[in-house]
């Protein structure tokens, strides 16, 4: 088995596992919502498929498609499937932003609700600073269909510290260096936009100091953990 096949088989086992982790931590319901993985060293995309059951996903029925979110035939291709309709959202993030390597995409209540507001999620809480260092902002309106959702993905989070981008009128997508960071990220948007949301029915939430902001942002990135 050559080097590329194996690192499309294990990051297929990755992406369908990571999937289950939308639905138990309740980001998503039915078919709806998408996590993909780059394949590293190569200009190659793993996602799921196209309205495909959750229980029924297995990493075989993972789909590999360019980063253009064109299917790919081949011994690790799997041309019978088609991929998520938001793979052209994901292939636009990986071609202009080469340090993501995850993407997520759910319509988690919370989070879609503040995307239905236009909203963005302001930065109130040290779980934020950690996470996110700073607000999490509200991306354009795009229709799925084609990359415009990906444009607006990428013009709204470049040069920003948040992982995280609420499009509008549509709901979170999440980014990170890898998948499994892109998940986590997806995870933490819901738990904050459900937080805010509850404290803003109490009044008006205290915003954090932007200098302390950055400075929970500093130690969480680069001294918390193992």
Request: proline fraction near 7%; charged fraction near 15%.
């Amino acid at each position: 088995m050559n080097a590329l096949l194996e690192a499309i088989e294990r990051i297929r086992a990755e992406v369908c596992a990571l999937h289950a982790e939308l639905t138990r931590n309740g980001l998503v319901v039915w078919t709806a919502g998408n996590v993909s993985a780059r394949v590293p060293g190569h200009d190659l995309l793993v996602i799921k498929p196209s309205g495909v059951s959750y229980g029924d996903l297995t990493p075989e029925l993972m789909v590999v498609t360019d980063l253009f979110g064109t299917p790919v035939d081949g011994e690790w291709g799997n041309p019978l499937l088609a991929p998520s309709s938001d793979t052209a959202a994901h292939a636009y993030v990986y071609r202009h932003m080469p340090e993501v390597g995850g993407v997520v995409h759910t319509h988690s209540s919370y989070a879609t609700a503040w995307a239905a507001r236009g909203e963005p999620i302001p930065c109130v809480l040290t779980m934020m600073g950690d996470e996110f260092g700073g607000e999490i902002p509200v991306g354009p309106f795009a229709l799925i269909g084609d990359d415009s959702i990906g444009q607006g993905i990428v013009a709204t989070l470049q040069g920003s510290t948040s992982p995280a981008v609420l499009m509008k009128n549509h709901g979170p997508f999440t980014i990170g260096k890898d998948a499994r960071a892109a998940v986590k990220a997806a995870v933490m948007c819901e738990e904050v936009a459900k937080t805010v949301h509850l404290s803003r029915q109490l009044g008006e939430p205290l915003p954090l100091d932007p200098a302390l902001i950055d400075a929970l942002y500093a130690r969480y990135q680069n001294v918390y953990g193992q």
